[in-house]
C-alpha cells in the first residue's frame, strides 16, 4: 500500500531538529496504534455522525486505511451538503481543514472559503459590540487557521482583533483559556510561516505566538499536563507547530503526560484531539500533506459486575433563579454507569441534551434552559466543587460520588 509524508512546513530553522518528545517511545507505539485503531473503528461505525475533527486525526496519523478514510470523507460531504446553509464559523473551520486534509490534492471549495470570511466578518463586528465574538474566540481562531491552510488572506482588522484580545488577556475565561489560546497560537504561527501578512504583522504575531508558548510552559503541573489533559494535546500542537527549543522539554513531559493518560481519550471526539501529536503532527501539517497508508482494528469495552450510589444535586445559583437547590437525591446505578446513565434512572428528573460531536450536550434540567446567547451553560461538577473534565455520557461517577449539575455563566 502506497505511504504517508508529510514535508516539514515549519522551516528547519524554526523547528526543533530532533524534538526529544516528538516521536513517540517505542514502548508506547503500540498504545498509540491501539488508539489510531479504535478511531478508526468508531469512523467505520455509519451509526456515528462524521465529524471533522475525527477525519483530521486520520489523516493526520502515520498510519492508514484509505478506504474507510474516503468513505469517512464521503459521508462528511454528504452531512455537510445535505444543509441549506453552512454550519458556523467553528465547525466550517474544520469542515475546511478536513477538505485541505483529503488525498488526492484538494481543488477550491471557493463558496465555502467565501461563507467562513463573512462568518469570521460577523464575529469580528459581534467582537466589538459585546467585547466577544458572536461564537468564541476558539471558533474565531479555527477559522483564520482554517483560511491560512487553504492559503487564503484573512482583512488585516480580522486579525488584528485576535491579536488584541491575545496581548490584553481577552481570549476568554476558566476551564477552556488553554485550548483557546492554542488555537489562536496556532493561527498566528500559520499566518506568520505562510508569509500571508505584510512583514510588520508577521512579527507582531511571532511574538504573540511565542508569548503564548512560553505561557503554556509556565502553566504546565509537573505531571506534565497543561490546563488539563483534554487541553495538553493543543498546548503540545503549538510547541509542534512553533518549533521552539526551549519548549522541548514540555513537549516531552507533555507527551508523557498523555501517553500515561491514554484511557482518558475514550470517545471519538476526544481521540481525535490527541493523536494529532502522537504522532507529532499539528493541524499546522495539513497544508503539506501527501498520500497514503496501513489498516488496523478495534477493541471491546470492558464492563464493571454490580451497583454503585451516586448522590445528585441540581443547583441555580444565578440571581433569577427561584432557589439555590432544586435536587438532590440519592440514585441507584450498575456499576459501569455514566453520568448520562445516572441522570436517566434518577426518578422525577427532567432533562433535554444536544447531540455534539462531543457526545450528549447537556442542554435542561427540571425545565431550566441554558441559553447560548446569555452565556449561561449546564456545568458539571463533582462535590464539593471541581469542574468535570468529560460530558455526561462520557464521566463515570465512583461509587459514593456527589455530582452536581450546576446552571453557571461561562
Ligand atoms: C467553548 C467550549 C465550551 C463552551 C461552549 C459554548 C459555546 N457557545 O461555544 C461551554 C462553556 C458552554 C462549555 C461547556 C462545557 N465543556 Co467545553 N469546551 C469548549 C471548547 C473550548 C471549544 C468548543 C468548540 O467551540 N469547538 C469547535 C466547534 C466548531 O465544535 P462543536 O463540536 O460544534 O462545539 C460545540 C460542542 O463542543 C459544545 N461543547 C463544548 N464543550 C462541550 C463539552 C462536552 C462534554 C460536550 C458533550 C459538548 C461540548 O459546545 C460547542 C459550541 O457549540 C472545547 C475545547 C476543545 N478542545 O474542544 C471545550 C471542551 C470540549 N469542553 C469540555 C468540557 C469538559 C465541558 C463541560 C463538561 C465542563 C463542565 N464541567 O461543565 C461543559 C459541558 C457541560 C454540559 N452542559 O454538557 C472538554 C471536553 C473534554 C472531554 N472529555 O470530552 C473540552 C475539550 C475542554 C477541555 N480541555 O477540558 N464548553
Redesign the pocket.
Known amino acids: 500500500m502506497p505511504g504517508v509524508g508529510l514535508g516539514p512546513l515549519v522551516p528547519p530553522d524554526l523547528r526543533c531538529l530532533s524534538p526529544a518528545g516528538a516521536e513517540v517511545p517505542e514502548g508506547s507505539a503500540g498504545a498509540v496504534r491501539a488508539l489510531s485503531a479504535r478511531l478508526l473503528g468508531l469512523a467505520g461505525d455509519p451509526a456515528r455522525d462524521p ?1 471533522p ?1 475525527v477525519y483530521l486525526a486520520l489523516r493526520l496519523a502515520r498510519e492508514h486505511d484509505p478506504q474507510l478514510e474516503q468513505r469517512y470523507l464521503e459521508r462528511l460531504q454528504d452531512a455537510f451538503r445535505s444543509v441549506a446553509e453552512p ?8 469542515y475546511l481543514l478536513g477538505l485541505r486534509a483529503t488525498c488526492p490534492s484538494p481543488h477550491s471549495h471557493r463558496t465555502l472559503v467565501t461563507w467562513l470570511k463573512y462568518y469570521l466578518e460577523e464575529d469580528w463586528i459581534g467582537s466589538w459590540q459585546d467585547g466577544h465574538p458572536l ?2 474566540y ?2 474565531y481562531g ?1 477559522g483564520m487557521l482554517a483560511l491560512c491552510v487553504h492559503h487564503k488572506r484573512v482583512r488585516e482588522g480580522v486579525i488584528r482583533r485576535l491579536l488584541t484580545a491575545q496581548n490584553y488577556g481577552k481570549l ?5 483559556l ?3 489560546r492554542a ?1 489562536v497560537a496556532l493561527a498566528f504561527t500559520c499566518l506568520e510561516q505562510r508569509r500571508l501578512v505584510d512583514t510588520d504583522l508577521a512579527a507582531e504575531l511571532r511574538v504573540a505566538a511565542h508569548s503564548v508558548n512560553r505561557g503554556l510552559a509556565e502553566i504546565q503541573g509537573s505531571n506534565g499536563i497543561i ?8 498546548a503540545l500542537q503549538v510547541f509542534l507547530a512553533t518549533g521552539t527549543c526551549q519548549t522541548e522539554s514540555a513537549f516531552s513531559q507533555g507527551m508523557a503526560a498523555l501517553l500515561e493518560n491514554l484511557e ?4 471519538a ?2 481521540m481525535a ?1 490527541v493523536l494529532p501529536v502522537l504522532h507529532g503532527r499539528s493541524y499546522l501539517d495539513i497544508a503539506s500533506m501527501h498520500c497514503t497508508l496501513t489498516p488496523l482494528d478495534m477493541e471491546p469495552l470492558a464492563e464493571v459486575p454490580g451497583n454503585k450510589m451516586v448522590q445528585l444535586v441540581v443547583e441555580c445559583p444565578l440571581p433569577w433563579c427561584y432557589e439555590l437547590r432544586l435536587y438532590d437525591r440519592p440514585v441507584l446505578v450498575p456499576a459501569s454507569a455514566s453520568l448520562l446513565d445516572v441522570l436517566q434512572a434518577a426518578t422525577a428528573l427532567k432533562f433535554h ?1 444536544q447531540d ?8 435542561q434540567v427540571l425545565g431550566l434552559e ?1 441559553r ?1 446567547e446569555k ?7 463533582t462535590a464539593p466543587d471541581t ?9 463515570r461517577p465512583k461509587d459514593g460520588e456527589t455530582l452536581i ?2 446552571l ?1 455563566e ?1
Open positions: 465529524d475533527s454550519p458556523q464559523t467553528g465547525r466550517l473551520a474544520l461564537t468564541t476558539y471558533q479555527l476568554g475565561h476558566h476551564g477552556n488553554v485550548d483557546t488555537v490546563g488539563n489533559i483534554y487541553s495538553t494535546p493543543w482518558a481519550f475514550g470517545t471526539a476526544t484531539q441534551t455534539t460531536p462531543q457526545g450528549p450536550f447537556l442542554t441554558a447560548q452565556r449561561n451553560y449546564w456545568q458539571l461538577l469542574p468535570l473534565q468529560m460530558g455526561i455520557a462520557d464521566y449539575l450546576r453557571s461561562w
